[in-house]
């Protein structure tokens, strides 16, 4: 089993999981399902997790029931290597989906579109032109209403609780480009522990913010980096359950031991049944108490 990366996304969906790993692993090539089990008993009934790899970059996939829905606030951006690229992927996950920027040329890419997937999650697809892609598929965070022009402030702060932190380019608003201010983020690249994100402001009047449908899973070695992350990250109390955590900003992180993925793999379904019933009760991760439990 390959060792979960530092950060993951994760994907919330209602009961589609299976059906959109895969679409995704079937459109990505080098693509597959690392893992897959159910955990019984939860808030949602019974909830399939999977694991999968594309082109590279692991993602985690929750059936959990229909809380929460896919918007725009958080996209993947797709750097491809040539136009007929973009077209592809365009013409297989546009399917069934809707357009936020129709397919074509715009002043930062030769061919660029914008659109969801018949799931609701959110891709945008773009020749690279030439450019060096050194990853595949970078999660973008919109920042809008409450937190519109509070992009680099988040990237910022996000740089300050990661002990690995790079910043990227920054491309920013000017005079005129109302309504955003002059000076917040039209674009902007950073990474943390190795990964690659992207933050965008806007300002416009959109209906939609950052919910848990998308959340950033930290994985994390010991009990000590668990209170670490809890506590930089942690600022909503009532959003703390299983491991889940909102930011300031309204981006939602799970701060989850390595072992986890582990502990809920398997056909030993008392013992997964016991890790479940134990982390249930919990808001933040006592790994301790979840090692009894899957020692029974």
Same mark, same amino acid.
């Given at each position: 089993? =390959?060792?979960?990366?530092?950060?993951?996304?994760?994907?919330?969906?209602?009961?589609?999981?299976?059906?959109?790993?895969?679409?995704?692993?079937?459109?990505?090539?080098?693509?597959?399902?690392?893992?897959?089990?159910?955990?019984?008993?939860?808030?949602?009934?019974?909830?399939?997790?999977?694991?999968?790899?594309?082109?590279?970059?692991?993602?985690?996939?929750?059936?959990?029931?229909?809380?929460?829905?896919?918007?725009?606030?958080?996209?993947?951006?797709?750097?491809?290597?040539? =136009?007929?690229?973009?077209?592809?992927?365009?013409?297989?996950?546009?399917?069934?989906?809707?357009?936020?920027?129709?397919?074509?040329?715009?002043?930062?890419?030769?061919?660029?579109?914008? /659109?969801?997937?018949?799931?609701?999650?959110?891709?945008?697809?773009?020749?690279?032109?030439?450019?060096?892609?050194?990853?595949?598929?970078?999660?973008?965070?919109?920042?809008?209403?409450?937190?519109?022009?509070?992009?680099?402030?988040?990237?910022?702060?996000?740089?300050?609780?990661?002990?690995?932190?790079?910043?990227?380019?920054?491309?920013?608003?000017?005079?005129?480009?109302?309504?955003?201010?002059?000076?917040?983020?039209?674009?902007?690249?950073?990474?943390?522990?190795?990964?690659?994100?992207?933050?965008?402001?806007?300002?416009?009047?959109?209906?939609?913010?950052?919910?848990?449908?998308?959340?950033?899973?930290?994985?994390?070695? /010991?009990?000590?980096?668990?209170?670490?992350?809890?506590?930089?990250?942690?600022? *909503?109390?009532?959003?703390?359950?299983?491991?889940?955590?909102?930011?300031?900003?309204?981006?939602?992180?799970?701060?989850?031991?390595?072992?986890?993925?582990?502990?809920?793999?398997?056909?030993?379904? =008392?013992?997964?049944?016991?890790?479940?019933?134990?982390?249930?009760?919990?808001?933040?991760? *006592?790994?301790?108490?979840?090692?009894?439990?899957?020692?029974?």
């Amino acid at each position: 089993m =390959e060792k979960p990366r530092k950060i993951m996304p994760h994907l919330w969906y209602d009961k589609e999981a299976k059906q959109a790993a895969e679409l995704y692993t079937s459109v990505f090539k080098d693509s597959k399902v690392i893992s897959s089990s159910t955990i019984h008993d939860t808030p949602s009934g019974d909830a399939d997790i999977l694991t999968i790899e594309l082109q590279g970059q692991q993602f985690m996939m929750i059936n959990a029931g229909p809380y929460f829905k896919f918007n725009p606030s958080i996209s993947f951006l797709v750097a491809c290597d040539t =136009e007929e690229e973009v077209d592809f992927l365009w013409n297989k996950l546009a399917d069934g989906g809707s357009v936020l920027m129709e397919l074509g040329e715009y002043p930062f890419s030769k061919r660029y579109g914008w /659109t969801t997937d018949k799931y609701g999650l959110s891709w945008q697809l773009m020749s690279a032109d030439g450019r060096k892609i050194d990853q595949k598929i970078t999660p973008t965070l919109l920042f809008v209403g409450a937190v519109a022009g509070r992009a680099e402030e988040a990237i910022n702060f996000y740089g300050s609780v990661f002990r690995s932190f790079q910043t990227g380019g920054i491309m920013r608003y000017e005079k005129g480009e109302g309504p955003d201010k002059a000076g917040t983020i039209k674009h902007a690249e950073f990474s943390l522990e190795g990964m690659k994100f992207a933050a965008m402001d806007s300002a416009l009047d959109h209906r939609f913010a950052f919910n848990e449908a998308i959340s950033f899973i930290v994985n994390c070695d /010991t009990q000590a980096e668990i209170d670490y992350y809890w506590d930089k990250l942690s600022a *909503d109390p009532s959003a703390e359950q299983c491991g889940w955590l909102k930011d300031k900003f309204g981006v939602s992180w799970q701060i989850v031991p390595s072992a986890m993925d582990e502990m809920l793999r398997g056909n030993d379904k =008392e013992r997964i049944a016991r890790v479940t019933e134990a982390f249930l009760k919990m808001k933040k991760f *006592d790994i301790a108490e979840l090692r009894k439990a899957y020692e029974g």
